[in-house]
């Protein structure tokens, strides 16, 4: 039995598809449907897009590769792909019944055999890389990069371009919800004692100066940069974990604003200040190359407080706004919820993270 960081990955994209599967999680009530309908309806459906079919299969395949492999490197290898097969399966089955109790969700037995099959493909797949050594390969280059005690880094880091494909009201700006917070909470304590206990109560919310906007792009790219380097030693190796993690947080940055505005629009968002963020970003993360891991995760901890910091003390604009209108309305509602939580969670999740890290007993540099 050999540590993993698939079984804590298997367990978030289970996780991320029941977010995915269930969201708004509101209006549930019985419809009057027999929850076998949907089993013996007929295949096709009558309403269907290669769209659907295609996100079905992809969206289950990560999770049935995640379980074969978790299974795999748990001594149980035979039972690997039946296990992960059936766990992703008996998922999909819970989520389809559960969409009847949705207005807004369609339950469909052809999604159910799309998730399973998404599901199959990716555990074989995990099967076959495991019986030509690219696994063990994979895991020898993994401890060499980023050492044994490297899986909580590995699972944020591949998290945090998926947090960034939902839009932010500043770029690389996650974690910004006290104002998001307050509303909640006013409508939750309209009209009792507890009104007057809300976070912000009468604090005035300052936009964002350019300046200010600048430093926060350049602290947002610093965090995954120092997050990486708490399990990475070698410097070469951490310049080219900076620069691809650089490259990889403006990409998919791009590819969130192509997505909301159209290809036409998905570089309008680097403007001056975003520009010198980035390299400034960059600038910081060669600075830090020499620091140890312990002082990196220290430097981290402090970073990250004073991003959170700066971010929830400014409202989010009115074209932010319109941005997540054409999320909740439009093509996205499969994901609005997913990336939304993705979004707000991941830098207090790394923040819990780091402290543990920080607090434990003296690593090496």
């Not at 367990?11 to 509101?26: C, E, G, M, Q, R």
């Not at 097969?85 to 339950?107: D, K, N, W």
């Not at 909580?152 to 494909?165: S, Y």
């Not at 951490?238 to 192509?258: E, N």
Request: aromatic content about 12%; glycine content about 8%; proline content about 7%.
């Amino acid at each position: 039995m050999r540590h993993t960081s698939a079984w804590p990955l298997a367990l978030i994209y289970a996780v991320l598809i029941v977010f995915a599967s269930l969201f708004p999680f509101d209006g549930w009530r019985a419809q009057g449907i027999d929850p076998r309908v949907f089993l013996f309806a007929k295949i096709p459906p009558p309403y269907w897009t290669w769209f659907d079919v295609n996100i079905n299969i992809v969206g289950y395949a990560p999770l049935g590769f995640f379980l074969a492999l978790a299974l795999m490197r748990s001594g149980k290898p035979v039972l690997s792909v039946p296990l992960a097969f059936a766990c992703g399966t008996l998922l999909s089955l819970c989520m389809e019944f559960l969409q009847i109790y949705l207005p807004r969700r369609v339950p469909s037995n052809l999604d159910l055999v799309l998730n399973a099959g998404g599901t199959l493909v990716g555990a074989l797949l995990a099967a076959l890389l495991e019986r030509l050594g690219a696994l063990s390969r994979w895991s020898a280059f993994r401890s060499k990069w980023l050492g044994d005690d490297s899986g909580g880094v590995l699972v944020l880091l591949a998290l945090w371009p998926f947090a960034l494909l939902f839009p932010a009201a500043v770029p690389f700006g996650l974690g910004q919800v006290l104002e998001r917070l307050d509303e909640t909470l006013q409508d939750l304590l309209l009209s009792t004692p507890f009104e007057d206990w809300l976070p912000l109560g009468d604090f005035a919310m300052t936009p964002l100066s350019l300046v200010t906007e600048m430093l926060c792009v350049m602290l947002g790219l610093w965090i995954p940069c120092l997050l990486a380097y708490c399990a990475v030693r070698h410097m070469g190796r951490r310049a080219l974990a900076a620069l691809v993690l650089v490259l990889l947080g403006v990409g998919v940055t791009a590819l969130s604003a192509a997505l909301s505005w159209g290809p036409a629009h998905a570089w309008e968002w680097v403007d001056l200040p975003v520009r010198i963020g980035v390299w400034g970003g960059l600038g910081l993360a060669v600075i830090a190359l020499p620091a140890s891991r312990r002082m990196c995760a220290v430097l981290l901890l402090l970073v990250l407080v004073l991003h959170l910091s700066i971010l929830n003390q400014a409202p989010t604009n009115v074209y932010f706004a319109q941005t997540l209108q054409a999320w909740e309305q439009g093509r996205f509602i499969r994901f609005y919820g997913l990336g939304q939580w993705l979004g707000w969670l991941w830098p207090y999740v790394t923040l819990v993270y780091v402290v543990v890290r920080v607090s434990r007993r003296q690593q090496p540099a």
